[in-house]
């Protein structure tokens, strides 16, 4: 062979270039790494699901006549690295020339430019082909502007892409619906069950178990829910529109005790190992709509495109914006650690427990789950963002580190001072009633601040606000917090700090 070609486990893109056309002289290789593996605790479902979906890829492009080699945990000449193995390939086959797809990662994406300035042969890199964006694009976008607001960017994406746009104006004549979305899941209605796969992965699983590779969460390996190739991807998509996009917006916001994923279209590990591109799933979702005027409305296929074009786009273009200087922020200088509770659900604070309970149990949760609920209490109590992230990182099936600290360090912890979101995102227990059933199955008291069994989430949220007033005293959209907490009498507002004070020091047996 002539060239080597490095496939990461998160480009599994069958429509790219590269595999256009069948050249002899092309070698490509995917390997299954302990460098991968062993980075974070990871779900014991998300190691399984990369394994597995590397093996499709792998067999697909045999089956298309490429050269390409597939190296297993298991084999004796693994070097666990990529560079390790690409090294010993390139030996082996006397490889003339090396080349690469930008990874999305910061860290793989020097430890491949570190090992091609080392080689004594060509290299060269290429597109990966899946996002709108490259890389630098949000970054020249907002190079003459103030803030790094989501929803220019998004208006400008519209625009750009020719997305909901009708002679040039936004379609149905506003760019956002929310106000139209967010609602609670009503007590007579009935949400569908999630669509799962029975994907066997006993073959991989038991090589993750051999390896001694410490992972988190629970498995079936005889029945894996999650898509594992292209046209399991293209079934969850077509599930999505044909049930689920009705509801997208409406419910978007809504959690329900027992609903692992309600209207939510659980595509973001299809999309995130780049076996369908967020263009494929844009032109589905924009189908649906114009195809059922009956059924699917404009606010639940905004809502939902608006994630893809928007936030998703967003967020990678911040992350080569702000790496790696955003790996240490930590605006708050939270120092606790993250309560030994995260790893097993078993706390007495309903919403928490279902929540991460759900996440053992499929490596997935929501949006909101993620961020008003176990992102909401990891702020509010004070948890260093190095542990939060090392948590969200490992344990979702979609969390690879570009879409993983965007959300978790910038969006949810506020880590980086308000650069992604202009206010933290807390909220007490008013909120959690407000958009979920969880109280309902509480030992702790929603409405109650400093009683017995008050609601943890009460007297942390204004500990919150308190303790960090010289940060946040002049957000002007927490003016109505500040002006709230100043009117309470000081002997309650003792009283909350001090009942959050002894939370606090209970924290993991709350
Ligand atoms: P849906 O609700 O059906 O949304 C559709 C798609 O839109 C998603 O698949 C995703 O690709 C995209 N999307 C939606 N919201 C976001 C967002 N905020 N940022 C980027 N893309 C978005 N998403 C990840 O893909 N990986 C992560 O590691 C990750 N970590 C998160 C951590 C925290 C603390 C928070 C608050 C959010 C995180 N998200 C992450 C964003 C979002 O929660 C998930 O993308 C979503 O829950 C995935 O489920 P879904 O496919 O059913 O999404
Ligand atoms: C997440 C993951 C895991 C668990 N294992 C592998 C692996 O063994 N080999 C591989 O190529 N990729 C793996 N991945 C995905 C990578 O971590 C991902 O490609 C990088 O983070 C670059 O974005
Ligand atoms: Fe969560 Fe508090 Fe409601 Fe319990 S009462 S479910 S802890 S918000």
Same mark, same amino acid.
């Given at each position: 062979?002539?060239?080597?070609?490095?496939?990461?486990?998160?480009?599994?893109?069958?429509?790219?270039?590269?595999?256009? !056309?069948?050249?002899?002289?092309?070698?490509?290789?995917?390997?299954?790494?302990?460098?991968?593996?062993?980075?974070?605790?990871?779900?014991?479902?998300?190691?399984?699901?990369?394994?597995?979906?590397?093996?499709?890829?792998?067999?697909?492009?045999?089956?298309?006549?490429?050269?390409?080699?597939?190296?297993?945990?298991?084999? !004796?000449?693994?070097?666990?690295?990529?560079?390790?193995?690409?090294?010993?390939?390139?030996?082996?086959?006397?490889?003339?020339?090396?080349?690469?797809?930008?990874?999305?990662?910061?860290?793989?994406?020097?430890?491949?430019?570190?090992?091609?300035?080392?080689?004594?042969?060509?290299?060269?890199?290429?597109?990966? *082909?899946?996002?709108?964006?490259?890389?630098?694009?949000?970054?020249?976008?907002?190079?003459?502007?103030?803030?790094?607001?989501?929803?220019?960017?998004?208006?400008?994406?519209?625009?750009?892409?020719?997305?909901? =746009?009708?002679?040039?104006?936004?379609?149905?004549?506003?760019?956002?619906?929310?106000? $139209?979305?967010?609602?609670?899941?009503?007590?007579?209605?009935?949400?569908?069950?999630?669509?799962?796969?029975?994907?066997?992965?006993?073959?991989?699983?038991?090589? =993750?178990?051999?390896?001694? =590779?410490?992972?988190?969460?629970?498995?079936?390996?005889?029945?894996?829910?999650?898509?594992?190739?292209?046209?399991?991807?293209?079934?969850?998509?077509?599930?999505?529109?044909?049930?689920?996009?009705?509801?997208?917006?409406?419910?978007?916001?809504?959690?329900?005790?027992?609903?692992?994923?309600?209207?939510?279209?659980?595509?973001?590990?299809?999309?995130?190992?780049?076996?369908?591109?967020?263009?494929?799933?844009?032109?589905?979702?924009?189908?649906?709509?114009?195809?059922?005027?009956? !059924? =699917?409305?404009?606010?639940?296929?905004?809502?939902?495109?608006?994630?893809?074009?928007?936030?998703?786009?967003?967020?990678?273009?911040?992350?080569?914006?702000?790496?790696?200087?955003? *790996?240490?922020?930590?605006?708050?200088?939270?120092?606790?650690?993250?309560?030994?509770?995260?790893?097993?659900?078993?706390?007495?604070?309903?919403?928490?427990?279902?929540?991460?309970?759900?996440?053992?149990?499929?490596?997935?949760?929501?949006?909101?789950?993620?961020?008003?609920? !176990?992102?909401?209490?990891?702020?509010l109590a004070?948890?260093? %963002?190095?542990?939060?992230?090392?948590?969200?990182?490992?344990?979702?099936?979609?969390?690879?580190?570009?879409?993983?600290?965007?959300?978790?360090?910038?969006?949810?912890?506020?880590?980086?001072?308000?650069?992604?979101?202009?206010?933290?995102?807390?909220?007490?227990?008013?909120?959690?009633?407000?958009?979920?059933?969880?109280?309902?199955?509480?030992?702790?008291?929603?409405? $109650?601040?400093?009683?017995?069994?008050a609601c943890p989430f009460n007297s942390l949220?204004?500990n919150?606000?308190?303790?960090?007033?010289?940060?946040?005293?002049?957000? %002007?959209?927490?003016?109505?917090?500040?002006?709230?907490?100043?009117?309470?009498?000081?002997?309650?507002?003792?009283?909350?700090?001090?009942k959050a004070d002894c939370y606090l020091n209970q924290i993991?047996s709350l």
């Amino acid at each position: 062979y002539h060239t080597l070609r490095l496939i990461l486990g998160d480009q599994l893109n069958i429509n790219h270039s590269w595999f256009k !056309t069948t050249d002899d002289t092309v070698l490509y290789v995917l390997m299954e790494v302990r460098s991968e593996t062993d980075y974070v605790w990871h779900h014991i479902q998300k190691v399984t699901a990369f394994f597995a979906a590397m093996e499709n890829f792998y067999l697909e492009l045999k089956k298309q006549n490429h050269n390409i080699v597939y190296i297993r945990l298991d084999d !004796t000449d693994n070097q666990n690295t990529f560079s390790g193995n690409c090294s010993a390939l390139i030996k082996k086959y006397n490889i003339r020339n090396f080349e690469y797809q930008y990874p999305d990662e910061y860290r793989v994406d020097k430890e491949l430019s570190d090992f091609c300035t080392k080689l004594d042969i060509s290299y060269k890199s290429f597109d990966t *082909e899946h996002f709108y964006t490259t890389r630098e694009e949000l970054a020249n976008f907002f190079q003459d502007k103030k803030t790094l607001l989501m929803e220019s960017f998004y208006r400008e994406m519209r625009k750009k892409h020719n997305v909901l =746009i009708s002679a040039g104006e936004p379609e149905g004549g506003q760019w956002n619906f929310d106000s $139209e979305n967010r609602k609670k899941i009503p007590k007579s209605h009935n949400a569908i069950p999630p669509y799962v796969f029975h994907n066997d992965v006993t073959d991989q699983h038991s090589r =993750i178990t051999k390896a001694k =590779i410490k992972t988190i969460g629970r498995i079936n390996p005889e029945q894996l829910v999650w898509p594992v190739n292209r046209e399991q991807s293209l079934e969850l998509l077509k599930h999505f529109t044909d049930n689920c996009l009705m509801f997208f917006g409406t419910f978007q916001d809504a959690m329900q005790s027992s609903q692992w994923s309600l209207y939510h279209s659980r595509l973001s590990f299809s999309l995130n190992s780049k076996m369908i591109s967020p263009q494929e799933v844009t032109q589905a979702v924009i189908k649906a709509w114009r195809d059922n005027p009956d !059924t =699917i409305s404009l606010n639940q296929t905004e809502g939902f495109i608006r994630q893809i074009i928007g936030w998703r786009e967003y967020m990678r273009g911040v992350y080569w914006l702000k790496m790696p200087e955003f *790996e240490k922020v930590n605006f708050f200088s939270h120092k606790n650690p993250l309560p030994g509770w995260y790893w097993t659900g078993e706390t007495k604070m309903n919403c928490l427990k279902q929540s991460i309970k759900q996440s053992l149990d499929y490596a997935y949760a929501h949006h909101i789950q993620r961020l008003m609920i !176990t992102g909401n209490f990891a702020l509010l109590a004070g948890v260093h %963002p190095n542990d939060v992230d090392a948590w969200y990182l490992g344990i979702y099936i979609d969390a690879i580190q570009w879409v993983e600290i965007t959300n978790t360090r910038g969006m949810s912890q506020y880590a980086d001072g308000g650069a992604i979101a202009t206010k933290p995102y807390t909220a007490s227990a008013n909120y959690i009633h407000k958009m979920s059933n969880y109280c309902d199955g509480c030992s702790y008291n929603y409405k $109650e601040k400093t009683s017995e069994n008050a609601c943890p989430f009460n007297s942390l949220y204004w500990n919150f606000h308190d303790r960090n007033r010289a940060q946040l005293g002049n957000n %002007p959209r927490l003016a109505m917090v500040y002006r709230l907490w100043d009117k309470m009498a000081p002997k309650e507002k003792a009283a909350i700090l001090e009942k959050a004070d002894c939370y606090l020091n209970q924290i993991e047996s709350l």
